[in-house]
């Protein structure tokens, strides 16, 4: 049976982006970033909203392929063979090894936790919030940032009320630190 997972890069008080829309947080240099392909490479489900995946096909592109770094070009490579399902009602297509949805994302999760292994991720903060409504994220991952943005997109969408519990934290390069929690049952 797989977990979801929900995780991003978040700074200290809270924000996934700026009000206007820019993610505003450090570039990961290449330990961080190959924490990230590790985290890709354990993957066996992509669940994306619509923002987040028009800002992950930077990783479909093969004419970036040349310029990029090794560690780069694996998370490419890494990101380009794990299944995505991206949930838009205003999206008419979508790129290679991904699926298009236009709603139903609870009761599609819900299917998936029994039908996968390992881990399916949540990116985007509206998709995870849906998701956390109907309890389907088994952990919620934040990998925060020493950068205070002072308003944008929040991680955790307004309104929704969770009791989490720890499940552990990391010091990760560039001064992140990662937290861990899971819902409380």
Not at 84 to 94: G, H, M, N
Not at 108 to 113: E, V
């Amino acid at each position: 049976m797989a977990r979801i997972v929900y995780s991003m890069m978040v700074s200290l008080d809270g924000y996934i982006a700026r009000p206007d829309g820019d993610i505003g947080l450090p570039v990961p240099e290449e330990a961080l970033h190959q924490h990230f392909n590790d985290m890709m490479e354990q993957t066996s489900m992509e669940l994306c909203g619509r923002r987040m995946y028009e800002a992950m096909r930077f990783w479909d592109s093969p004419e970036r392929e040349a310029s990029a770094s090794r560690v780069e070009r694996d998370f490419a490579r890494a990101w380009q063979k794990t299944p995505k399902i991206v949930f838009s009602t205003t999206l008419r297509e979508v790129g290679p090894n991904a699926r298009l949805m236009n709603g139903g994302a609870e009761n599609l999760a819900s299917a998936l936790k029994l039908e996968k292994d390992g881990y399916i991720s949540v990116a985007g903060a509206n998709l995870a919030a849906h998701l956390a409504r109907a309890n389907l994220i088994d952990e919620y991952r934040l990998y925060t940032h020493p950068v205070v943005l002072g308003g944008g997109k929040p991680y955790f969408q307004s309104g929704l009320s969770l009791t989490l519990m720890p499940l552990g934290t990391e010091s990760l390069p560039q001064g992140v630190t990662l937290l861990r929690y899971g819902p409380v049952v």
